[in-house]
């Protein structure tokens, strides 16, 4: 194992997603590939913005991403990683995770289980069980 990737939104269960896969790049010796990938507004809506809006949306996007990054490298360092990457994009979440992760040559995917019940879960969909359909990798969901 020589790349783990790890995907936060800053939520607690993404905390746990960040803990676990940094212990598991620890115990392995491999690096730590943190992602956070934002969800933009839906286009139908963008289009009413003005260019200036567009331009603070996409700052703020992209500071709330850098803060995200941020937190979870720190809890990443308390545990005493040596290589943390970060990635942040845009786009549709579960495949963006996914385009990174071969890009990256990740090894696994580590995700937090979002906390809807299982009936909710199917009719809606969540990121971690299109990554668990989708991916060419070894994905681990925790809880």
Do not use: C
């Not at 939520?11 to 943190?34: C, H, M, P, T």
């Not at 071969?102 to 299109?130: F, N, P, T, Y």
Request: aromatic fraction near 4%; charged fraction near 20%.
């Amino acid at each position: 194992m020589k790349r783990i990737l790890v995907a936060t939104d800053g939520s607690e269960g993404a905390d746990r997603a960040v803990d676990y896969a940094a212990q598991w790049a620890r115990d392995q010796g491999a690096e730590l590939l943190i992602v956070n990938v934002v969800h933009g507004l839906p286009e139908q809506l963008l289009r009413n913005f003005t260019h200036a809006q567009h331009a603070w949306l996409d700052e703020l996007f992209e500071s709330l991403a850098a803060e995200t990054l941020g937190k979870a490298r720190e809890r990443a360092h308390k545990i005493g990683i040596g290589t943390i990457l970060l990635e942040s994009r845009s786009g549709d979440v579960a495949p963006t995770i996914i385009d990174i992760a071969r890009e990256m040559h990740a090894d696994a995917i580590v995700v937090g289980r979002r906390g809807v019940g299982q009936a909710a879960g199917l009719l809606l969909g969540s990121v971690s069980q299109k990554l668990v359909s989708l991916a060419p990798l070894p994905v681990s969901v925790i809880p």
